[in-house]
């Protein structure tokens, strides 16, 4: 459904009906930003959760079209200093995630041989590769990394047995060769922690679109995006999330690794990135696909996420580097860090709060940008010519 729906949002992106759609090269995908909110509305809770899940995804999706009509008018809340944050958050939040699944995946952690060397090697070599490609390949196999690397690192599994060709097989004969979206698979809920958690970070996916936006134009194109591009790319962000939503997929949103790629080739062409969303829909459209992706193990995965989600890091890091790092700035960068990153490490902290306040508190992203977007709001720019000195190799004090 991911697969399928990513596909059709793409095209809604690339093709346009109306207002919605910017009508350039903007590939769609599942959004990992979404992912913080997601595990603590699902953890533990199984299949019943789903519902209330997707729910907030139809929601947040709704209200993240909306946001399309002032997304405009809103961008001067949401300086370098507070994307950049957001951004890194995500990373930060993300980063554990990729070091369980090298280590045998979550529900390993118990077990004897989550942390194996044998585990870890599947890793090792997904990252090894992927870094001597990107540092040492050009064209197609730099962009490719990642990919390659992932398929190195599954005929590495398969060499050493930790992936049997009879589960392969198994594996993709039980799944279909061709099946429908079932709407409401997962039943339909609508849960307040849910909704909140995703209505927020849909005004975080948002701004996203609008860096996204901006940089395949500039890089495309040599010019600034239009307003009109700028909206309706978020109208599609948002609808295509909804739609998403009603059969089991997960929100979408515009990919940056394609502004990359629009650079280096210099093919601003939206035909070609419709091909892809075709492409996109028919290995949605084939279960057969999902259950080949299903066999690569664990590992091997674990270490592509380990590189992309150290990347997300990077990039907010790279963001903050236009910042003016004075004390006032240090200051909201700090509170806002020390809270939100102290929250991912301790959930218990705030155990006894309601459940919704709970849910969305220890996500860590969301207090962070919270706390970010409001003291930037109410600080005053100017506290004094000792507080807003410009801050050069860190902290600085009078000697």
């Avoid at 939040?93 to 044998?118: F, R």
């Avoid at 963001?319 to 490490?345: C, E, P, Y």
Wanted: glycine share 14%; net charge neutral.
């Amino acid at each position: 459904m991911s697969m399928l729906f990513a596909g059709i949002a793409t095209l809604i992106q690339t093709i346009g009906f109306g207002p919605v759609g910017a009508r350039l090269p903007i590939v769609q995908g599942t959004s990992f930003a979404f992912i913080p909110i997601m595990i603590p509305l699902v953890a533990g809770k199984g299949v019943d959760a789903m519902a209330a899940l997707f729910g907030g995804v139809l929601i947040g999706g709704l209200f993240h079209a909306i946001l399309g009509l002032f997304i405009g008018r809103i961008r001067f809340a949401l300086p370098p200093l507070v994307t950049g944050l957001v951004v890194m958050m995500i990373g930060l939040a993300l980063v554990k995630v990729g070091i369980q699944y090298s280590a045998g995946g979550i529900p390993a952690i118990d077990k004897p041989e989550y942390g194996s060397l044998l585990n870890w090697s599947a890793a090792l070599v997904v990252i090894f590769v992927t870094l001597g490609l990107k540092f040492y390949a050009r064209g197609m196999l730099a962009v490719s990394a990642v990919v390659i690397g992932i398929l190195v690192g599954y005929i590495y599994a398969l060499m050493v047995g930790m992936v049997s060709f009879d589960a392969i097989g198994t594996s993709v004969s039980r799944a279909s060769a061709f099946a429908l979206p079932l709407p409401f698979k997962y039943g339909f809920e609508f849960s307040l922690a849910a909704i909140i958690g995703f209505c927020l970070m849909s005004f975080v996916s948002a701004v996203e679109t609008v860096g996204d936006v901006s940089g395949i134009t500039k890089g495309g194109a040599g010019r600034e995006a239009t307003d009109k591009e700028i909206e309706g790319a978020t109208y599609a962000d948002g609808i295509g999330s909804a739609v998403s939503g009603i059969f089991g997929g997960l929100p979408n949103t515009s990919f940056s690794q394609n502004i990359g790629l629009i650079a280096m080739t210099g093919v601003m062409s939206r035909h070609v990135v419709t091909i892809g969303a075709l492409f996109l829909i028919l290995c949605g459209l084939i279960p057969k696909v999902g259950a080949i992706i299903r066999t690569i193990p664990i590992e091997v995965l674990g270490g592509g996420v380990v590189v992309m989600f150290g990347m997300v890091v990077a990039a907010g890091v790279s963001m903050l580097s236009d910042v003016k790092w004075n004390h006032r700035n240090m200051v909201i960068f700090a509170i806002a860090l020390a809270v939100g990153f102290g929250l991912q490490l301790d959930p218990k902290a705030v155990q006894y709060l309601p459940d919704t306040i709970r849910i969305l508190m220890t996500s860590g992203l969301l207090p962070a940008a919270v706390i970010a977007i409001v003291l930037n709001l109410v600080l005053p720019e100017e506290l004094s010519d000792e507080a807003t000195e410009e801050v050069s190799g860190g902290m600085s004090g009078k000697e």
